[in-house]
């Protein structure tokens, strides 16, 4: 299916009005276990931002990879509130960590709250998903989920000593975004597969996909903050340059600076001494050494990957609305 501007059903909404029934239970589920007896706050910070209006990509590929290798029990419900409150755990406590104000248009928790508030929620979250991984009795799926957790708090964790470095590498990168974006995808595909007790070739075919998916997501992300539009991204263009965050396109850009393009960098990002003018510079130097063409080339290639894995498995309607998902992400940049 053709994934131009004009599609009139975008996959993620395609997957939603395949998966609706599973995602009304993941929704009452959710609801349920965010409650607590003892502490009100946490259902409503929770509520503040689980409510928001998010896709529910996460919990909608583990639903998808499931129903794709036949699973017909009620574990991968569990599942996807387990991904969907591992997800919500990390915003919360990046939106500490990056001193955000805003997140999907609404006032970030930290903001109507305080710092506290969303740390500690966050981890009653990492808490109530561990309970929820361990309700479907499988050591392997506790183990890959539980890998996902520490993979994201250890990119985190990366991400604050690459942050504004210029050393940083494009592996370096890589590795971070797997961290912040891709490990979750891929555990999300990954145990709804594992559940399904389909072969282990297809099971890492799913991780595989997610993988992929997610690391085309981010790359994509980040080069629409030096070429999107700002009405259809919900981003200022130039927000990474300002907040001094080293993406592809700056790192690329980096990589072939001469002597004075350099001092530019270190002056803007490294020192974070930033002047009027200079975004404009930025974009200048970018377009030079054609950064944002090779940045949008790394984000196709990683889709292609994502749909090269999906293609190992059974033919199935879901498997096509998955193969396009990976068309889409890109889809914008392309």
Partial sequence: MSLDADAS??????????????????????????????????????????????????????????????????????????????????????????????????PTANLLWDNKSSVLVGDYLFARSFQLMTDTGSLTVL???????????????L???????????????????????????????????????????????????????????????DLLDYGGDANAT??????????????????????KADADERAFWERTIQKGDQRDGDLDEALRLIAKHGTMEATRADALRWSETAKDAMRLLPEHALRETLIDLADYVVARIS
Avoid: W
Avoid at 71 to 84: I, M, Q
Avoid at 143 to 157: F, H, K, N, Q, Y
Avoid at 180 to 207: D, H, M, S, W, Y
Avoid at 246 to 253: E, G, N, R, S
């Fill in 9 to 106: 059903v975008k996959p993620h909404e395609s997957l939603a009005a395949t998966l609706a029934g599973d995602l009304e239970r993941v929704n009452a589920l959710i609801r349920e276990r965010m409650a607590s007896k003892h502490a009100p706050r946490i259902p409503e910070v929770t509520a503040h931002l689980v409510e928001a209006g998010g896709k529910r990509l996460r919990p909608m590929l583990t639903l998808a990879a499931a129903r794709l290798c036949g699973y017909e029990g009620e574990n991968h419900v569990r599942l996807a509130a387990t991904v969907e409150f591992i997800h919500t755990a990390t915003l919360l406590h990046d939106d500490v960590v990056d001193e955000s104000k805003q997140r999907r248009g609404r």
């Fill in 143 to 157: 183990r890959i989920l539980s890998d996902a957790a520490a993979t994201i708090a250890e990119g985190e964790v």
């Fill in 159 to 221: 991400q604050l000593t690459a942050a504004a470095n210029l050393s940083t590498t494009e592996d370096i990168y890589i590795q971070v975004v797997r961290g912040k974006t891709a490990a979750l995808f891929a555990a999300a595909c990954e145990v709804g597969g594992e559940i399904a007790g389909v072969p282990q070739e297809q099971v890492e075919a799913l991780r595989t996909y997610g993988d992929a998916l997610g690391i085309a997501f981010q790359i994509a992300d």
């Fill in 234 to 255: 919900g981003k200022n263009v130039g927000d990474d340059f300002r907040e001094r965050k080293l993406t592809l396109p700056v790192i690329k850009a980096v990589a």
